[in-house]
């Protein structure tokens, strides 16, 4: 089965760092984009960030909210997707989805999801 | 960054009905845009990329259509596992950014 499958989400303090993770199962991961997007309870969806593939250098993309904050990265021998986040705010407290991103410029889909970590930053 | 304004913010609808929800980029986007369906807790799925290219396994009963800033998805006869929240993503430059999503409701 194709699948990915985030952990790492947990109660964190203003301030402190975290590390999400994110294995891959059931395809060729070193062959695909991955990005994270998250969801503040209640509220819509936020994409925070990409890095490509070694074809493609492992260049990343983030979001102007997580830029300096948050860093994306990957180990295709572990198949694991990563996302370490520091100085985290209130703001920050999220469901933190791992997606795979298919296809090719301008023909790409998010089109695997996994069913997200939970990330509360809170004193 | 490119907003993507999407309208409405809600709607009720009966089963059966045609139902059109859109999505307004700030500036032209090509045809860099999909359509997401969120059931309530659960992650989302994708049904279109490509501005009309259906995911696999979508029913045909999903459509999606335009070109440039202006998109539109379609339901042509919205059934019970249709109600969700949808959302338009563009994927044509960085920082990539959704809308902030229709719900749609039973009448």
């Known amino acids: 089965e194709v699948q990915v499958v985030e952990s790492g989400g947990t109660l964190v303090q203003p301030g402190g760092s975290l590390r999400l993770s994110c294995a891959a199962s059931?395809?060729?991961?070193?062959?695909?984009?991955m990005d994270w997007v998250r969801q503040a309870p209640g509220k819509g969806l936020e994409w925070l960030g990409r890095v490509r593939n070694k074809p493609n250098s492992y260049t990343t993309e983030y979001a102007a909210s997580v830029i300096g904050r948050f860093t994306i990265s990957r180990d295709d021998s572990q198949r694991s997707l990563f996302l370490q986040m520091n100085s985290l705010k209130s703001e920050d407290t999220a469901v933190y989805y791992c997606i795979r991103v298919s296809g090719q410029k301008h023909s790409r889909a998010f089109d695997i999801w996994g069913q997200g970590t939970m990330v509360t930053v809170s004193s | 960054a490119i907003q993507m304004t999407q309208s409405p913010s809600s709607l009720s609808a009966s089963v059966g009905d045609r139902v059109t929800i859109t999505c307004r980029a700030s500036q032209g986007i090509r045809n860099d845009l999909g359509w997401y369906q969120q059931k309530p807790g659960k992650a989302p799925k994708v049904l279109i990329y490509a501005t009309s290219t259906l995911q696999s396994g979508v029913p045909s009963r999903f459509s999606g259509s335009g070109s440039g800033t202006d998109f539109t998805l379609t339901i042509s006869s919205l059934q019970p596992e249709d109600f969700a929240t949808y959302y338009c993503l563009q994927d044509y430059d960085y920082p990539l950014t959704f809308g902030q999503g229709t719900k749609v409701d039973i009448k």
């Open positions: 059931g395809f060729t991961f070193s062959d695909y984009y």
